[in-house]
Nanobody, 124 residues
């Protein structure tokens, strides 16, 4: 599967952005989808994940209550709605796909496919 992330940009602190990740192929609903981010000089970290059906989600603590992950399997797209953005949310955001059947992985090595990343910059 090929993934194409979009929607990044420059936003002021407290603002919102919605990231999208479009997937190719007809088996999108066979993948758990995850969002990761990588800030300058830091390792890539898990942000949010969503199960194949969309019925389960999981977030890292720092974004709980501010970010929402969702998916539209008919459109082969996963979204990350980011509200109340903070300067520390500045990073390149990546979407990723995992072929597991159960659970939502949080480690980069557990994901099979990656998008190219989209830059989110939050100014103070």
């Amino acid at each position: 599967v090929q993934l194409q992330a979009s929607g990044g940009g420059l936003v002021q602190a407290g603002g919102s952005l919605r990231l999208s990740c479009a997937a190719s192929g007809r088996t999108f609903n066979s993948y758990v989808m995850g969002w990761f981010r990588q800030a300058p000089g830091k390792e890539r970290e898990f942000v949010a994940g969503i199960s194949r059906s969309g019925g389960s989600t999981y977030y890292t603590d720092s974004v709980k209550g501010r970010f929402t992950v969702s998916r539209d399997n008919a459109k082969n797209t996963v979204y990350l709605q980011m509200n109340s953005l903070k300067p520390e949310d500045t990073a390149v955001y990546y979407c990723a796909a995992d072929r597991r059947v159960f659970g939502i992985a949080t480690m980069t090595g557990e994901y099979d496919y990656w998008g190219q990343g989209t830059l989110v910059t939050v100014s103070s």
